[in-house]
């Protein structure tokens, strides 16, 4: 079974900074691209960031470019979401998702839910005084 499942989540006051962890089992990430989305009640989920399999190639949405790092360590099985300068506005549940059928990450399609066939539960983010 292919699953993901993402942690580190938790209150942050404004201008202060998590780490998300996107975990994969059943399957090995080396060869998959992962995504970072993100969704409020009542709004379309909101692509984050992407990276390739290797690592290679990231691409960010324009609202956390400069503020939010994606990494991943394939040994581990791991990717990662470094949230920084955090904002009331990035309030959400985060999801990471994976998918086999792309290689890149240099343009916006890997922001895209489509894109995507394997997701994770999420976890929420919520910032806040």
């Known amino acids: 079974q292919l699953q993901l499942v993402e942690s580190g989540g938790g209150l942050v006051q404004p201008g202060g900074s998590l780490r998300l962890s996107c975990v994969a089992s059943?399957?090995?990430?080396?060869?998959?691209?992962i995504g970072w989305f993100r969704q409020v009640p009542g709004k379309e989920r909101e692509g984050v960031s992407c990276?390739?399999?290797?690592?290679?190639?990231?691409y960010y949405a324009e609202s956390v470019k400069g503020r939010f790092t994606i990494s991943r360590d394939n040994h581990k099985n791991t990717v990662y979401l470094q949230m920084n300068s955090l904002k009331p506005e990035d309030t959400a549940n985060y999801y990471c998702?994976?998918?086999?059928?792309?290689?890149?990450?240099?343009?916006?399609?890997?922001?895209?839910?489509?894109?995507?066939?394997?997701w994770g539960q999420g976890t929420q983010v919520t910032v806040s005084s």
């Open positions: 998702a994976a998918e086999r059928g792309f290689t890149n990450c240099q343009s916006d399609y890997g922001l895209h839910s489509h894109a995507y066939e394997y």
């Open positions: 059943g399957f090995t990430v080396d060869y998959y691209a």
């Open positions: 990276i390739s399999g290797n690592g290679d190639s990231t």
